[in-house]
């Protein structure tokens, strides 16, 4: 049987085309349409699906990527999660470095693709001991041993990602809006989404604003405002924000920036969840978060949209654990607290 227009060939045809949802709560704040991309609908689970698929196609056209070759990355975790599951489709195998401080649910979920997963120390980039650089000398070595069967994909630095961003995620905002969008906003992690998009939507329409909603404990709000790298304070968020300019990052059409407190997130993440019927995780809640604050700059009647990364299911024993936040001194809503009664 083959491809419809509704049933995809394979794994890879089934990511992205992912459905816009109305914030009702921060279009109502703000008097503004409050728009997402609900990306917790791709295979894996997250956006990272799309990085993963433009990162894979660009090194399978290069021919830097050959059947039964090992795919190897650092990464937080959903861009583990996203090569993982197109390796199993595509006949590869996966090995990833990530720190040991992410969460059980995705250390886990990255194991029950398959993958190898080696957990290194969190360190800062500068600190050889970095996943990243883990990730690099480890398919230096098994190419060194055998020429040609690994291939580091390098999420942060190779520029595919936000490539492939600019012809897929940006493009769909943009018809998802029939064009209507004023404004975009996410944090970042390695810089590919809100480049590529905004590079894409820029060429579109010239005035629509970008911004950076940007985890408290990165640097890269105070670089976009000030052009220094500074950070201050901290945030149980993952796998978003930087301590360097990736090559992803650098040249990104950003108009503004924000640096987001957890206080100031997290609310979003559990009004979603109990109002809105909307899982998501801690990086979504730092974009709705922008999305309010862009909404409020612009002001009534515009159009802003975000995009809900991934789910909070991912992040459970932090995002949805009265202990933990309570010991982090954060809000936790009544209903959280009854739900998981202290004993």
């Known amino acids: 049987m083959g491809a419809s227009p509704t049933i995809a060939a394979e794994l890879a045809a089934a990511i992205g085309t992912t459905p816009m949802v109305r914030l009702r709560e921060a279009s109502a704040l703000t008097g503004c349409d409050v728009l997402a991309k609900l990306e917790s609908a791709n ?45 199993a489709s595509r006949g590869y195998r996966t090995i990833i470095t990530m720190p040991q401080t992410q969460s059980r649910e995705k250390i886990d979920a990255l194991r029950v693709t398959g993958a190898e997963v080696r957990l290194v120390p969190a360190v800062p980039y500068a600190n050889q001991d970095h996943y990243a650089h883990v990730a690099r000398r480890l398919a230096e070595a098994m190419n060194a041993a055998d020429p040609g069967s690994a291939w580091f994909a390098n999420q942060f630095d190779n520029t595919a ?61 105070n670089y976009v405002t000030t052009g220094e790298l500074k950070a201050e304070g901290g945030s149980i968020t993952e796998g978003i924000g930087s301590s360097r300019i990736t090559a992803n990052f650098d040249g990104a059409p950003i108009d503004l920036a924000w640096s987001i407190h957890d206080s100031e997130s997290l609310p979003w993440v559990h009004a979603l969840m109990v109002r809105e019927g909307l899982n998501v995780g801690g990086s979504s809640g730092v974009n709705v978060a922008g999305a309010v604050r862009l909404a409020q700059q612009l002001g009534p009647g515009h159009t802003v949209v975000t995009v809900l990364a991934d789910a909070g299911t991912r992040y459970q024993s932090k995002l949805f654990n009265p202990a933990f936040l309570h010991a982090k001194g954060l809000p936790v809503p009544k209903w959280l607290e009854a739900a998981f009664p202290q004993e």
């Open 161 to 221: 990602n936000r490539d492939f961003h600019a012809r897929t995620t940006g493009v769909e905002i943009w018809e998802q809006t029939a064009g209507r969008v004023d404004g975009f906003v996410c944090a970042t992690g390695t810089g590919g989404t809100l480049a590529g998009v905004g590079q894409a939507l820029k060429q579109f329409k010239p005035g629509v604003c970008i911004a950076l909603a940007d985890p408290a404990g990165s640097a890269l709000a």
């Open 43 to 87: 295979p894996g689970g997250s956006i990272k699906d799309r990085t993963a698929l433009g990162l894979v196609l660009d090194a399978e056209r290069r021919g830097l990527l050959q059947r039964g070759g090992t795919i190897v990355e650092g990464t937080a975790g959903n861009t583990g999660i996203g090569l993982a599951l197109l390796a």
